[in-house]
């Protein structure tokens, strides 16, 4: 049995639509689903984050076309902050897992993930600027809370469409820094890439077929 689909990719790829798609398919094959967000949750590292607030590590800006307001991390500018944060984050994420995904998966349930571990591991590379980080212990530590018998996906779009698609992205190169970031992690980890520029029943489909061959679904 399937026990976690994860779909994964830079903001404005899609990555909504195909798990609202797939959460309908899985409950009409009798699959009992759950939807999760799952990027981040802070549960220990709030005394962290405020201490980098206070020093002007992290920074509130403002999304000019949303005038959304977004926090930037600036954490590689401290050498000890770039060290510390990956593992403050995979204590927060093991909580979060347990919460969001061992606990629905003991009750028998599919989970279906709107991002995932890969997407917290773009982020960290971007906030501190390691990009050894998928080769250290801590990123092994992240993908050893992925279950067995999961399937991880990453929907790929040109930078410029996902910035056209949303409108509370700070700005295109924010974009092309994960963007490339998430091509990396797939072929160093053997993640399926899937063409998110097409029709998004196209893009289902694909994300059938890599499930069906994975032998994760009949």
């Known amino acids: 049995m399937i026990r976690l689909i994860g779909i994964c990719g830079i903001d404005g790829s899609g990555k909504t639509t195909q798990v609202e798609l797939l959460e309908k398919y899985l409950e009409k094959k009798g699959f009992r689903v759950k939807r999760v967000w799952f990027r981040w949750n802070a549960f220990l590292s709030y005394p962290f984050l405020a201490l980098c607030r206070l020093l002007g590590y992290t920074k509130w800006k403002t999304v000019s076309r949303s005038k959304l307001k977004y926090a930037e991390r600036r954490f590689y500018m401290n050498k000890a902050l770039a060290i510390l944060w990956p593992w403050l984050s995979v204590t927060d994420a093991l909580i979060n897992s347990i919460l969001k995904v061992k606990l629905w998966e003991r009750c028998g349930y599919t989970i ?37 018998n999961s399937k991880l996906i990453i929907i790929d779009v040109d930078e410029r469409t996902a910035y056209a698609r949303k409108n509370d992205i700070p700005h295109i190169s924010y974009l092309r820094e994960r963007r490339k970031l998430y091509l990396n992690l797939a072929e160093m980890f053997g993640i399926p890439v899937i063409n998110g520029e097409r029709e998004r029943k196209e893009v289902y489909q694909d994300i059938l077929e890599i499930l069906k061959r994975s032998k994760l679904l009949i």
């Open 112 to 148: 279906l993930c709107d991002r995932y571990i890969l997407d917290i591991l773009v982020d960290l590379i971007c906030e501190t600027k390691d990009y050894e980080l998928p080769k250290r212990l801590v990123s092994k530590l992240f993908l050893s809370l992925v279950p067995k």
